[in-house]
């Protein structure tokens, strides 16, 4: 069993910034990824950024370039910087941890099994 705990959501103007953190607790042992997930109103939950334990990581195209997905030493936490931020990433943004499941090129594949509750994060004038 894992716990995630996220946390550094709110609101924030277009362009600005936001860095969102994921405490993890338990049997972290048991997991080989950790991801970040979003999902507005209305829409499905969509993966965001991926973080693998050898260091590999993975985004969603939209947000390349923008969001940077990242560890403490301890790997206790996981962290997502956000950066330029645009009305469209407003969503609950969820911390989830899983199991590399292959990897598609470079790309790792991650298959979530726990689930943080969500923060949210609003983007708007």
């Known amino acids: 069993q894992v716990q995630l705990v996220e946390s550094g959501g709110g609101s924030v103007q277009p362009g600005g910034s936001l860095r969102l953190s994921c405490v993890a607790s338990?049997?972290?042992?048991?997991?080989?990824?950790m991801a970040w997930f979003r999902q507005a109103p209305g829409k499905e939950r969509e993966g965001v950024a991926i973080l693998a334990n050898n260091g590999g990581t993975s985004y969603k195209q939209s947000v390349k370039g923008r969001f940077i997905i990242s560890r403490d030493n301890a790997k206790t936490t996981l962290y997502l910087q956000m950066n330029n931020l645009t009305p469209e990433d407003t969503a609950m943004y969820y911390c989830?941890?899983?199991?590399?499941?292959?990897?598609?090129?470079?790309?790792?594949?991650?298959?979530?099994?726990?689930w943080g509750q969500g923060t949210q994060v609003t983007v708007s004038s």
């Open positions: 989830a941890a899983g199991s590399v499941i292959g990897y598609s090129g470079d790309t790792p594949l991650c298959g979530p099994r726990y």
């Open positions: 338990g049997d972290t042992y048991s997991t080989s990824c």
